[in-house]
């Protein structure tokens, strides 16, 4: 059995488990999911989605449903569907079309409080109450209770998927944070915790070019899923993946050692880091991140840019490419503000 995650406009994904030979729209209301549908017969388009990672088959396809252009960019018809091997579908319609449910809510023990710096945590959590493996795509996000509060926030996941439901999530820590003084004064182990996942569109899709993959401070998060993704399976990519990591100060930066971990693991990869405020000790870059970047790194516009961060770093970003006329790159980014 594959499984397909089903992906919508509204940002909510459901994961289904599909059977050899069988149908991808037969599969989703096999588990509740009444994806839109008319003829079945791969005429109407009603159904119309776009594979964004993985092997599937089509068993027909009017030309007036899906056009040549469509096909090459992973365009499919939920009813004509057969997938084969694990896939992500994104359909551009909200899901409330097809299901009522929200994301799964989940408990969680916390189990270890790290501190990386004075300005970044991570929340480490056990959910393996839980019956069955949660399932996000790496990059996405979880909608995580504060612990004595009403108060939710929303944290990427740092780390894969796993049996085991060990999650870890990447904190940043404000003077005045709800959760960043809950995590500073009163978080201990085992305390109860209750997330809302997998949620967002921004994940690790089919990797068929170069990848650019820009982070801003615990924007980091995303790509540690990415990452950790990406060293478990080293034959889904045969490109050169790069970071940039940007961060206000020295002590900002985290998690180096797993990101050199990660430089000798998946072929290909490197990361590079800069600092917008340095001091006497940083003997590296200094400066905002696009200051790391150099054209060679963007193959002539020929690559998938990956951004993860503050607005103001996103916008830059993407300013920066537009300057360069390189309207080839597709780009996929994650914005967010600190809370």
Same mark, same amino acid.
């Given at each position: 059995?594959?499984?397909?995650?089903? *992906?919508?406009?509204?940002?909510?994904?459901?994961?289904?488990?599909?059977?050899?030979?069988?149908?991808?729209?037969?599969?989703?209301?096999?588990?509740?999911?009444?994806?839109?549908?008319?003829?079945?017969?791969?005429?109407?388009?009603?159904?119309?989605?776009?594979?964004?990672?993985?092997?599937?088959?089509?068993?027909?396809?009017?030309?007036?449903?899906?056009?040549?252009?469509?096909?090459?960019?992973?365009?499919?018809?939920?009813?004509?569907?057969?997938?084969?091997?694990?896939?992500?579908?994104?359909?551009?319609?909200?899901?409330?079309?097809?299901?009522?449910?929200?994301?799964?809510?989940?408990? +969680? @023990? @916390?189990?270890?409080?790290?501190?990386?710096?004075?300005?970044? +945590? =991570?929340?480490?959590?056990?959910?393996?109450?839980?019956?069955?493996? /949660?399932?996000?795509?790496?990059?996405? %996000?979880?909608?995580?209770?504060?612990?004595?509060?009403?108060? #939710?926030?929303? %944290?990427?996941? =740092?780390?894969?998927?796993?049996?085991?439901?060990?999650?870890?999530? /990447?904190?940043?820590?404000?003077?005045?944070?709800?959760?960043?003084?809950?995590?500073?004064?009163? +978080?201990?182990?085992?305390?109860?915790?209750?997330?809302?996942?997998?949620?967002?569109?921004?994940?690790?899709?089919?990797?068929?070019?170069?990848?650019?993959?820009?982070?801003?401070?615990?924007?980091?998060?995303?790509? /540690?899923?990415?990452?950790?993704?990406?060293?478990?399976?080293?034959?889904?990519?045969?490109?050169?993946?790069? /970071?940039? %990591?940007?961060?206000?100060?020295?002590?900002?930066?985290?998690?180096?050692?797993?990101?050199?971990?990660?430089?000798? =693991?998946?072929?290909?990869?490197?990361?590079?880091?800069?600092?917008?405020?340095?001091?006497?000790? #940083?003997?590296?870059?200094?400066?905002?991140?696009?200051?790391?970047?150099?054209?060679?790194?963007?193959?002539?516009?020929?690559?998938?840019?990956?951004?993860?961060?503050?607005?103001?770093?996103?916008?830059?970003?993407?300013? #920066?490419?537009?300057?360069?006329?390189?309207? *080839?790159?597709?780009?996929?980014?994650?914005?967010?503000? =600190?809370?």
């Amino acid at each position: 059995m594959h499984k397909v995650a089903l *992906n919508f406009s509204d940002g909510r994904t459901h994961f289904i488990g599909i059977n050899p030979g069988e149908v991808l729209m037969d599969a989703a209301l096999r588990h509740g999911l009444t994806l839109p549908v008319d003829c079945r017969e791969g005429v109407c388009a009603s159904c119309k989605g776009t594979c964004q990672s993985g092997k599937y088959d089509l068993d027909y396809v009017d030309e007036d449903a899906l056009s040549e252009d469509d096909l090459a960019r992973g365009g499919i018809l939920a009813c004509q569907m057969r997938v084969e091997s694990d896939c992500a579908v994104r359909f551009d319609f909200d899901s409330s079309l097809c299901t009522s449910a929200g994301p799964e809510e989940v408990e +969680a @023990v @916390v189990t270890q409080v790290e501190v990386l710096s004075d300005s970044t +945590a =991570a929340l480490h959590l056990d959910a393996s109450s839980r019956e069955g493996q /949660l399932d996000f795509l790496p990059g996405q %996000y979880a909608h995580v209770q504060v612990p004595g509060t009403d108060e #939710w926030r929303s %944290y990427s996941f =740092a780390c894969q998927p796993n049996e085991n439901n060990q999650l870890q999530l /990447l904190i940043r820590l404000l003077p005045d944070g709800v959760m960043s003084n809950y995590l500073r004064d009163r +978080a201990q182990a085992g305390d109860r915790i209750r997330l809302k996942a997998p949620l967002g569109a921004f994940y690790l899709q089919q990797v068929k070019r170069p990848l650019i993959m820009v982070a801003g401070g615990t924007g980091l998060a995303a790509f /540690l899923g990415m990452l950790d993704q990406m060293e478990s399976e080293p034959s889904r990519v045969d490109q050169p993946v790069s /970071l940039f %990591y940007g961060v206000t100060r020295p002590e900002d930066l985290c998690e180096l050692e797993r990101l050199d971990r990660y430089q000798q =693991a998946i072929p290909g990869f490197s990361y590079h880091s800069i600092v917008m405020q340095p001091d006497e000790g #940083w003997q590296g870059p200094q400066g905002v991140v696009t200051d790391l970047f150099e054209e060679p790194h963007f193959n002539g516009g020929e690559v998938d840019a990956y951004l993860c961060g503050p607005p103001p770093m996103v916008e830059a970003v993407k300013s #920066w490419l537009d300057q360069r006329q390189m309207e *080839n790159a597709s780009i996929y980014f994650e914005k967010f503000s =600190a809370s």
